[in-house]
């Protein structure tokens, strides 16, 4: 059995990150009766392990908590760890997808804006600049908030 000190230690991540994991649940310490210091075992590290293993492909805590009940209760997690990833997959080509697009737009934008002299603020103008690439946009997708609705 070793205390939370030295299981940080081993894997390689805070005592804050053992005794978070403890308080959610992703690690189950024993505690010790004479002075209540948490104990784990070598399972513990072995499963400390495993969670940050999962962390670094990309599973979040909840998805990790998740797969570990599905081996718990004696059933392979495989087609759901499986399926989570996929998801993730897409998820992310979606949002490189978004990330390219708009860095297109910024260096695009930051492009007309090389020649433009800076603007002094006025009744009709915060900044020319920013005014100038909503020129660009339709008014209706630059000005209606997501959803399309004004609050």
Same mark, same amino acid.
């Given at each position: 059995?070793?205390? @939370?000190? =030295?299981?940080? !230690?081993?894997?390689?991540?805070?005592?804050?990150? @053992?005794?978070?994991?403890?308080?959610?649940?992703?690690?189950?310490?024993?505690?010790?009766?004479?002075?209540?210091?948490?104990?784990?075992? #070598?399972?513990? @590290?072995?499963?400390?392990?495993? +969670?940050? #293993? =999962?962390?670094?492909?990309?599973?979040?805590?909840?998805? +990790?908590?998740?797969?570990?009940?599905?081996?718990?209760?004696?059933?392979?997690? %495989?087609?759901? *760890?499986?399926? +989570?990833?996929?998801?993730?997959?897409?998820?992310?080509?979606? !949002?490189?997808?978004?990330?390219?697009?708009?860095?297109?737009?910024?260096? !695009?934008?930051?492009?007309?804006?090389?020649?433009?002299?800076?603007?002094?603020?006025?009744?009709?103008?915060?900044?020319?600049?920013?005014?100038?690439?909503?020129?660009?946009?339709? =008014?209706?997708? %630059?000005?209606?908030? =997501?959803?399309?609705?004004? *609050?």
């Amino acid at each position: 059995m070793i205390t @939370v000190n =030295a299981l940080s !230690k081993h894997c390689g991540v805070s005592t804050h990150t @053992v005794r978070y994991y403890s308080r959610i649940g992703l690690l189950k310490p024993r505690r010790q009766p004479q002075n209540g210091y948490r104990l784990f075992a #070598r399972s513990d @590290v072995d499963r400390l392990s495993f +969670i940050r #293993r =999962a962390q670094n492909i990309g599973f979040t805590l909840s998805e +990790i908590f998740e797969i570990l009940s599905i081996a718990e209760s004696g059933y392979s997690p %495989c087609k759901r *760890v499986r399926a +989570i990833l996929l998801q993730r997959i897409e998820e992310n080509r979606t !949002k490189l997808n978004e990330f390219t697009a708009l860095q297109e737009r910024m260096e !695009k934008t930051l492009a007309q804006w090389q020649n433009l002299p800076d603007g002094s603020p006025g009744k009709q103008s915060i900044c020319r600049l920013i005014e100038s690439a909503g020129e660009a946009l339709d =008014a209706e997708d %630059c000005c209606a908030p =997501a959803g399309g609705h004004y *609050v």
